[in-house]
Structure formats: C-alpha cells, structure tokens
C-alpha cells in the first residue's frame, strides 16, 4: 500500500503499524524522545504507536523540534 | 533522539543559577522565572555559537519549532540533545501556520513530542511581513487555552486584540516591537505602552523586531515582563557578545522600569541650586 510520510509518497506492505513505519525510518519506537506523529492531521498518541494500523492512502507527519524563533 | 539528557530537558533543574535581580521573579503560567530575556534557536552559525550564546544570555526558556524529521539523514544530533545540556525551559511555536487549524495541529504535535503545555502561538497572515493574523490567531488562542494549553500569544501590537488574549486566558501576550527578523526595534511604543497599562492578568513580553540591546532596555522600561529576543543574537557578527548585550540590557530596563524614571518635561530644570551663584545679584534689606 501507499503512504505519504512527511509529504513523501512510500510503498509498505498491508497492516503496517505506527510503529512499523518508525522502524522502517530508523527510528526505535520504544525508546524515542522528542517525536511526535500525526496521522491525516490527528495526533496519534505514543502509547497508540503498536497497535495504529494504517490504510493505503493515508498521510503521516513525523515531526521533532528544529531550530526556531 | 535517544539521548538520555532529553529527559533532563524536559523537567529541567529549576535550581540552577542564572542572572538576575535578586527577589525579581515572573510568571509564565506555572513557572517562576529570574531570567526575563526569551531566546530564539534559529539562525545562528553553528550549534556551539548557538549553545555559548545560551550561557551568555542566561535565559531560562529557549524558543523551537515543530518539524517534519529528515527521513534521509537521521545521523545529526538533534537540537534537543543538545538544548537538554543547557538549564532551560523548551517553548515550542506554531511558527509557520496560517490558520488556526494547523496552529492548533501543531501544538498538538508539540505537546506530544516535548511533553510541554507551553506553546508560543504563531499565526501569521503573509509571509512577507510575517504579521499575525488576528481573526486565526484569537481562534486558536481560544481553543488551546480550553484543551488545557498554557499559550504564549505572538501578536501585533493592537491594544484590543492583546486585551482579548489577555481575558481568553493566555499564559502571556506577546506584542511585536516591529515584523519578525526586520530589526527595527520599537516602532509604535505608545501602542505597547497602551497594552501594559490596559493589561495586568497576565505576563507582557515583547517578541519580534529587537534589533539591539537598546531595544531591549526600551522594551524593558516600558514594564514588560519580557523580551524575546532572537534574529539580533543570532544573526549578530557575535551572537555570543550580544546574547550578554541582551541580558544586560533586559536587567538595565526592568531595573529602570523598577527604579522610575522622572517625568518629561519640555523645557530644561536646572539641577544645580539657583540661589547662591556666583556674581548674582543680592538684595539686603
């Protein structure tokens, strides 16, 4: 299936979970700090990262603070 | 991302010594700060430019902004791996939103990753002048306070629209001094002074448009609470010497502010005694 990951469009195999996106990005989801993730402009909360399946078609942001004023 | 001192950062060491007017505290929603001078992360040369300009600041509370991660490069240290090395306070803005929709996604976004209430509300209508958006900016404002964010709201310099930030429960109104990164310093200080004397329930802070210590001290004179200061610093030929420049001149203007300065008057009051100068004229009865 299709996902957009930060306005990139990628290709997952089905039942691919929040955190099997994160995995896939080089991100340990169990120990990640400082990330957020939002899924078709909804936040999906840390605790919900292992179980949030994802749809083809849907859109994820994964965002941490930069450099801002 | 995996840094330990990330944990540090998000409940800081309060303890810590920074400059300051002995006994001279402020509020921003549940913190009691010493420091009053804010500081932007943006722009500065390299990451130690920007961690040695924190230290000269002494600043307790350090603006970020929310980003998507680079899917590609995940080797760089973050920013709050190194910000965690430092004793502040982490805002992070809604910089770059133009609707109360996104803003308030942000901020979501925000508190989920930085386990922070605080959130310094941007909602800007072009991004030429970068100037905020009143009607989006009040929305937002609105809904955040309700979902229990503690807001810090950037916002032009229109006495009614602070007033009704003020009174939707923002943690702090933060009028700009002139447009985001021009330098201009303060360029309608009746305005600001208007705001201080209309709102006393929350915490002022000057943000955007400090372009030298000057203003900052200005700003400071007038009884803001703060200052929020970051394109000077870090687009300084030493950010470093300026971030001390800055916290000088933020102490020097609330100490001014504290102090009160004398009325203005159109024509000079000698200060020297009149009576006995010499060669005067003297009448004995």
Redesign the interface.
Known sequence: MHLTVNGTERQFKNETTVSDLLRSIQIDPASARGIAVALNDRIVRKADWESKVLSDGDRVEVVTAQQGG | ???KN??RL?KPDYSQPVAGIDGDFWHLGPLKLRSRLLV?????PNPLT?MEAFTASASQMV???????N?KD?SEE???SM?SKAPVH?L??T?GCYTAKEAI?VA???????ETDFIKLEVIGDDETLLPDSEELLKAARELVSAGFIVMAYTNDDPIVCKKLASLGCAAVMPLASP??SGMGLVNPYNLELIRDQISECSLVVD?GIGTASDAALAMELGYDGV?V??AISGAKHPMKMAAAMRNAVLAGRFAFTAGRIPRRFYARASSPLEGRVGSVTQEN
């Open positions: 991302m995996q840094d990330i944990d998000i932007g992360t943006s722009g500065f920007m603006t970020v902004a929310i980003r998507r991660i899917l995940r973050s920013l709050l910000l982490i992070p803005n910089a996604l979501e976004l925000a508190r989920e990753a930085l985001i990164g955007a929020l970051n394109s």
